[in-house]
């Protein structure tokens, strides 16, 4: 089972440019797709990006225009590249994965969460 790890959260201002990093490792046969979302107090989880083996992409409508999504497959890395910050940006912030590893004769296919980034725009 693969784990994934988040790094590059914090406090910016209004504004301002924050950039995510969520690296996958651990029994990885194949990534089939990529995203990031967000939960903030009080709210449910939604979809911030998405980035699919394909290479299409799709973005929440209040992030349009001032984030993107990138992965680097040789490092199963995704990228959240955040700029244009706004307060009601602030929250957790979580990567996810559709993974498949080999199991037995043949392959097994599931989903991951990190653990997630906390994201807070304030001035």
């Known amino acids: 089972q693969a784990q994934l790890m988040e790094s590059g959260g914090g406090l910016v201002q209004p504004g301002g440019s924050l950039r995510l990093s969520c690296a996958a490792s651990g029994s990885i046969y194949r990534i089939k797709a990529m995203g990031w979302y967000r939960q903030a107090p009080g709210k449910q989880r939604e979809l911030v990006a998405f980035?699919?083996?394909?290479?299409?992409?799709d973005y929440a409508d209040s992030v349009k225009g001032r984030f993107t999504i990138s992965r680097d497959k040789d490092k199963n890395t995704v990228y959240l590249q955040m700029n244009s910050l706004k307060p009601e940006d602030t929250a957790v912030y979580y990567c996810y994965a559709e993974l498949m590893e080999v199991a037995g004769h043949g392959l097994r296919e599931y989903e991951e969460w990190g653990q997630g980034t906390q994201v807070t725009v304030s001035s």
């Open positions: 980035d699919t083996s394909g290479g299409s992409t």
